[in-house]
T-cell receptor
Framework: GENVEQHPSTLSVQEGDSAVIKCTYS??????FPWYKQELGKRPQLIID?????GEKKDQRIAVTLNKTAKHFSLHITETQPEDSAVYFC????????????FGRGTQLTVWP | EAGVTQFPSHSVIEKGQTVTLRCDPI?????LYWYRRVMGKEIKFLLH????????ESGMPNNRFLAERTGGTYSTLKVQPAELEDSGVYFC?????????????FGQGTRLTVV
């Protein structure tokens, strides 16, 4: 089955700096890669996703890049703000749009004011 | 639009007891998923319903776990008897059927503690 590795497990940055979280996956059949943000006590929420036919996607301060050859994808947050502090999960899905998500272990991002 | 709702938000039970978790998906969502996160680890898939049918239950850890989705609306996940290693946060997620919308919407989770 698919195996998703996520690094780092914790990340502390100063407000205004950039943050990068990296994930690798093992199954070349995976073609959908969402990122979820979970604030303390709240539900995981989709913040951005990318499909395997695209190399990069950007939404305001958030961007995701995908390298299919190397089987890795990354989340980039620029101009970080304290409200970006949360646990971020990467995930991968194989083939069918109905299928299960395989998650990484999560990254606790802390943005210091 | 109401989101995915889970009950209870927290549950503390003793080893050997039974607990039933409930998930109300977003109205009209055919797909319903159960996931679990044990502290510090990844969110792991348990099973997937399409309407009332189990599409994939390969993630269910053992036969102490029973999931149902009668009528294709809300779902329950029963753990009987509970063991210490069942502690964790149980998430439910739902998504629309078909290929147009693939986003999975998550509930806030049920934190289960078995003591």
């Amino acid at each position: 089955g698919e195996n998703v590795e996520q690094h780092p497990s914790t990340l502390s940055v100063q407000e205004g700096d950039s943050a990068v979280i990296k994930c690798t996956y093992s199954d070349s059949a995976s073609n959908y890669f969402p990122w979820y943000k979970q604030e303390l006590g709240k539900r995981p929420q989709l913040i951005i996703d990318i499909r395997s036919n695209v190399g990069e996607k950007k939404d305001q301060r958030i961007a995701v890049t995908l390298n299919k050859t190397a089987k890795h994808f990354s989340l980039h947050i620029t101009e970080t703000q304290p409200e970006d502090s949360a646990v971020y999960f990467c995930a991968a899905r194989r083939g069918s749009t109905l299928g299960r998500l395989y998650f990484g272990r999560g990254t606790q991002l802390t943005v210091w004011p | 639009e109401a989101g995915v709702t889970q009950f209870p938000s927290h549950s503390v039970i003793e080893k050997g007891q039974t607990v039933t978790l409930r998930c109300d998906p977003i109205s009209g969502h055919d797909n319903l998923y159960w996931y679990r996160r044990v502290m510090g680890k990844e969110i792991k898939f348990l099973l997937h319903f399409v309407k009332e049918s189990k599409q994939d239950e390969s993630g269910m850890p053992n036969n102490r776990f029973l999931a149902e989705r009668t009528g294709g609306t809300y779902s329950t996940l029963k753990v009987q008897p509970a063991e210490l290693e069942d502690s964790g946060v149980y998430f439910c997620a739902s998504s629309q059927g078909g290929r147009r919308n693939t986003e999975a919407f998550f509930g806030q989770g049920t934190r289960l503690t078995v003591v």
